[in-house]
């Protein structure tokens, strides 16, 4: 054979880091290459036409209502290629829509100066405005695409755009702040600044940043991810029916108050992440941006592709410039104006993929790749990952994908789409069947070692235990599916009642082996963390609009008298051991035992050992097992001690010595496996 000839059959070697670590993407590697090429010649045609992706980014400077400080007026432009004319009506000229034409360009948006002059004392801080849409089809008050702020009238229930320019601009002072100086791995706390208050209303920004980010603090979470702030016309569509994209919902307050609560959060050192809904829009009309210009399309693909057919809601078309134009906008204004420190991309599942991964199980590396994916969803993620790192070098990004799109948490240059983070989604799907399914004598070790470590190497994962969907009307949290009716009748601090004990035990094992095993960052929903009760549900006509269930109980927590408080005890303790530890940043968990027999599960990660005993009553005395090394442990955390709720059964200094095994060379533990309990050990030097 020759030379040429060895060359010829010897496959080529992979040209991105993603495949050499993964050669099952072998045959992928040019969709891969192609991607990061189509990426290349979007870059190329929007610096060409707007120097960079940043500049590209700035539609919402020129679109919309913008006041001209040179020219000294308000400007208002709207892109609305299909429409027939187009009034900009409001309190000015007293809702006269024919007072007000704009003047169409050659790129389809339309516009009108308005100087001071003329309108200093009409357009001022506080006015209402909308803009009156004529179509082939009919005339329509609509909301304008890239209004700021959107206030509904409380007897007509109508919502009309608002000029909101106070005198005073609002003052930041976390300059200093950096995230990657306090989030070193992160630790995330998500929340709902409407359902935070006790009392049955909404609550506000100010009230979430004087009463909740210090217990944030407290609990050491670094990080909180707001949910509902773009403005959504109902309430209990839990923030995800967005119709107004760059509107901060005025439900909780104002700007300016949402940036105080951030600014606060800077202050005491949490980074604050912004629940980010680009998956899909709304369908009103008279709220959102649907037909708005009459062509059925515009923002939104034309016909079905441009419906979701589980969520009732809009698609948007991901290939057209100015609707890429349009949400990266959205991304850089509220990282901008709002100081947001990243995202969490709702949806991802669902833009990636024409079926939306309704229906669909992904057991094949095709399904990554091929005519069901969505390419110009694809492109328009890596356009937004490159344009966030442009803008801020240390934000997070955080996916929300239940497919397992191989690349979607690495660097774009690698062959990925540029992701830091994506959600354990199956991982609180696992603990919510095990709980409803299988006897807790029947808990399979190795199932559940298996779902709480499987994940792709070299792509961070956040590990959570339960999803705020699982609380919503219907389904319970976690706690209420451990202890059922006994969470109202049995939480008494000295109650002994069995259902509680056992519940309040899980509990504690549930959240630690997610934290411990499941991924490289972790997330805790609003009060789940004392174990609060029911479930959640906004108020709507089913239920009286009720706001019972859209609040939290922070008064269980803080009661001595309840169980909570240790619940709550535990978990800032399990979060502040993991923090010190650095345990999130160290490498994938290492088996250390699995006995089926006595239900223990032993593992080392981040120099820590981990010692799981989920037998329903079997207390092992002189349990033994094999440790990495050799010398002194000391005993960091037990959940069954008295301070969170357990029994005390382990009565000693907390010093431990390893034991040369007679019939190995290895080193073992000798300690008290108590049953439904784990134990936190760390080798001393």
Not at 220 to 227: A, D, P, R, S, V
Request: charged share 25%.
């Amino acid at each position: 054979m020759t030379t040429t000839e060895t060359t010829e059959s010897t496959p080529a070697a992979p040209t991105l880091p993603i495949v050499a670590q993964d050669p099952w993407l072998t045959p992928y590697e040019p969709v891969l290459l192609a991607r990061q090429e189509r990426l290349r010649q979007r870059l190329h045609e929007i610096e060409a036409q707007c120097e960079s992706l940043s500049k590209f980014a700035q539609a919402h400077e020129r679109l919309g209502l913008n006041y001209d400080g040179r020219r000294r007026g308000y400007w208002y432009r709207e892109w609305a290629p299909a429409a027939e004319a187009l009034y900009l009506v409001g309190d000015f000229n007293g809702w006269d829509r024919q007072a007000t034409p704009l003047q169409k360009g050659p790129d389809g948006v339309w516009e009108r100066f308005f100087p001071d002059r003329e309108y200093r004392d009409r357009l001022t801080h506080g006015s209402r405005y909308k803009v009156h849409v004529v179509t082939w089809r009919e005339a329509k008050d609509r909301l304008p695409a890239y209004l700021r702020r959107a206030v509904q009238d409380e007897e007509t229930k109508d919502f009309a755009a608002q000029i909101w320019r106070p005198e005073q601009p609002f003052q930041w002072t976390d300059q200093k702040f950096r995230v990657s100086n306090y989030v070193r791995e992160p630790f995330i706390y998500e929340c709902h600044v409407g359902m935070a208050t006790e009392e049955g209303r909404i609550g506000t920004y100010l009230e979430f940043a004087d009463t909740v980010l210090p217990r944030v603090q407290a609990l050491g979470y670094n990080c909180i991810q707001l949910m509902a702030v773009m403005e959504h016309p109902y309430y209990g569509s839990f923030g995800y029916h967005v119709a107004n994209f760059f509107g901060v919902s005025s439900r909780f307050g104002t700007p300016e108050e949402l940036k105080h609560l951030v600014n606060e959060a800077h202050r005491r050192g949490i980074a604050v992440l912004l629940d980010v809904v680009h998956s899909h829009a709304v369908k009103n009309e008279a709220e959102g941006l649907a037909n708005f210009d009459g062509s059925g399309g515009q923002y939104f693909h034309q016909g079905s592709r441009g419906e979701h057919p589980g969520w009732d809601s809009r698609l948007f078309d991901y290939g057209k410039p100015e609707v890429q134009q349009f949400l990266l906008s959205n991304l850089r204004y509220w990282l901008e104006e709002f100081h947001f420190d990243g995202f969490r991309f709702d949806g991802v599942t669902s833009m990636l993929y024409h079926h939306h991964g309704e229906g669909v199980g992904f057991g094949d590396y095709s399904q990554y790749f091929g005519p069901e994916v969505d390419d110009d969803a694809v492109l328009y993620l890596q356009l937004a990952a490159s344009l966030v790192r442009e803008l801020k070098r240390s934000a997070l990004l955080i996916a929300e994908d239940m497919s397992g799109m191989p690349g979607l948490c690495r660097p774009i240059p690698e062959g990925g789409i540029g992701f830091d983070y994506r959600l354990a989604m199956g991982i609180p799907d696992y603990w919510i069947k095990l709980l409803k399914h299988t006897r807790d004598e029947d808990w399979n070790l190795h199932d559940l070692w298996y779902t709480l470590t499987n994940r792709r190497l070299g792509e961070k994962t956040v590990a959570y235990a339960e999803s705020h969907d699982q609380a919503l009307v219907g389904d319970k949290t976690l706690a209420h599916w451990l202890m059922d009716a006994a969470i109202y009748t049995h939480m008494q601090k000295d109650d002994p009642d069995p259902i509680v004990a056992r519940g309040m035990a899980l509990h504690k094992l549930i959240r630690m082996t997610t934290l411990a095993l499941g991924g490289e960052a972790y997330l805790n929903f609003i009060g789940n963390e004392f174990g609060h009760p029911e479930w959640v549900d906004f108020p709507r006509a089913g239920n009286n609009w009720s706001h019972h269930y859209a609040r939290r109980q922070w008064s269980l927590a803080n009661n001595p008298d309840l169980k909570f408080q240790y619940l709550q005890a535990f978990d800032e303790a399990m979060v502040g051991l993991a923090r010190t530890e650095r345990l999130l940043a160290a490498g994938p968990a290492r088996e250390l035992n699995i006995d089926t027999t006595n239900q223990v599960l032993a593992f080392e990660r981040g120099g820590l050992v981990f010692v799981f005993n989920f037998h329903i009553n079997n207390s092992v005395p002189d349990y033994r097992f094999y440790v990495p090394e050799p010398g002194r442990y000391r005993l960091l955390l037990n959940s069954d001690d008295a301070r969170f709720d357990g029994f005390n059964r382990i009565n000693d200094d907390g010093i431990y010595f390893t034991q040369p095994d007679e019939e190995s060379t290895g080193q073992q533990l000798s300690i008290y496996a108590i049953n439904r309990a784990v134990l936190v050990f760390k080798r001393e030097d």
